[in-house]
C-alpha cells in the first residue's frame, strides 16, 4: 500500500511539473526568463520526490540483517 501511495504522489508531481512547463511555454514572454523557470519547476519536483523517496532510504542499525533481505 505504501508503494502505491508513493508512485502515486510522485505521479502527481510530474504531472503538476509538466502543467507547469506548459503554462511557462504559453505564457513567458521571454526565452531566459522560461528556462530560469523551468529550472525552478525542475528542482522543485526533484526535491518533492526526494522528500518521499528518502525516508524509505534510511535503514535501521540496529535493525538485523535479516529483515534487509540480506543472506
Given at each position: 500500500?505504501?508503494?502505491?501511495?508513493?508512485?502515486?504522489?510522485?505521479?502527481i508531481t510530474v504531472v503538476v511539473g509538466a502543467i507547469f512547463f506548459w503554462i511557462i511555454d504559453?505564457?513567458?514572454?521571454?526565452?531566459?526568463?522560461?528556462?530560469?523557470?523551468?529550472?525552478?519547476?525542475?528542482?522543485?519536483?526533484?526535491?518533492?520526490?526526494?522528500?518521499?523517496?528518502?525516508?524509505?532510504?534510511?535503514?535501521?542499525?540496529?535493525?538485523?540483517?535479516?529483515?534487509?533481505?540480506?543472506?
Amino acid at each position: 500500500m505504501l508503494t502505491l501511495s508513493l508512485l502515486i504522489g510522485i505521479l502527481i508531481t510530474v504531472v503538476v511539473g509538466a502543467i507547469f512547463f506548459w503554462i511557462i511555454d504559453r505564457f513567458s514572454p521571454e526565452a531566459k526568463i522560461g528556462k530560469l523557470l523551468k529550472l525552478l519547476v525542475v528542482l522543485i519536483c526533484l526535491g518533492s520526490i526526494i522528500s518521499r523517496v528518502y525516508p524509505l532510504m534510511i535503514v535501521d542499525p540496529s535493525m538485523p540483517a535479516s529483515d534487509l533481505g540480506v543472506r
